[in-house]
């Protein structure tokens, strides 16, 4: 009976143990810059704060009984982490669509709870089902110059909503996209998950600096693979 009850209240702690993002938090802050940009080179010669990083959340991995939020950061800071030791451990190279075929994105390499996820799982099939935000599209990012720029700290609990919010308004407001009110040259990632978006112009419209009309033209800029260093 005493085994019974020290196991009822040790369980709690394992279900709701969350990660702490601090080691994350200020590899962000060393390796990349205000713009997004990835110190490749330098991240890669100094590997251990990355191994430790990798390792804090290989150790923690979400449960359901996680608040939604708490969730929700881990998933945006895993996809971008797992990206970025990606590139790290391919470091030179130019594009990420120069690896696995131009398939990397389907490779099952990251080990969470004993299970393998590629970063195409995590993207869909995590994170767009289960929370069905379009601001998520501007938060994770893909180590291309055309992605939304990675942020230089880490999601938590606490942040995630206002800094969906504001990734979102900084991309669109950005030079990756060009709005006027009759036309507008935007980001692919509009095209390619537009499912997500419902109608562009509505969803534009709530982050934009310019007032678009329903029956402005749509362009969709070339997308650029070039790594984002």
């Known amino acids: 009976m005493r085994h019974l009850i020290i196991i009822a209240f040790l369980a709690p702690i394992w279900l709701f143990a969350q990660p702490n993002y601090a080691l994350y938090d200020s590899l962000l802050q060393k390796y990349v810059s205000s713009n997004g940009e990835v110190k490749y080179k330098a991240l890669q010669a100094e590997r251990a704060i990355l191994d430790s990083v990798v390792a804090q959340f290989q150790a923690v991995a979400p449960q359901k009984e ?105 991309f669109i407001r950005s030079s990756a996209n060009t709005l006027t009110e009759s036309n507008i040259k935007i980001s692919k990632i509009f095209d390619w998950y537009s499912s997500d978006f419902g109608d562009i112009v509505t969803f534009l419209n709530k982050y934009a600096s310019v007032k678009i009309k329903t029956d402005a033209k749509v362009e969709y800029k070339d997308y650029i693979w070039n790594i984002n260093e």
């Open 66 to 170: 996680w608040p939604k939020n708490e969730r929700l950061a881990y998933w945006i800071n895993a996809y971008n982490l797992f990206t970025v030791q990606l590139i790290v451990n391919n470091y030179p190279v130019k594009k990420i669509t120069n690896l696995d075929g131009g398939k990397t994105w389907d490779v099952k390499r990251i080990e969470l709870d004993g299970k393998k996820y590629s970063l195409n799982q995590i993207e869909n099939e995590i994170l767009r089902p289960q929370f069905k935000d379009a601001r998520i599209h501007f938060a994770i990012n893909c180590a291309a110059e055309s992605c939304p720029p990675l942020h230089n700290r880490a999601f938590t609990a606490e942040n995630v909503q206002s800094l969906l919010d504001k990734r979102t308004r900084k």
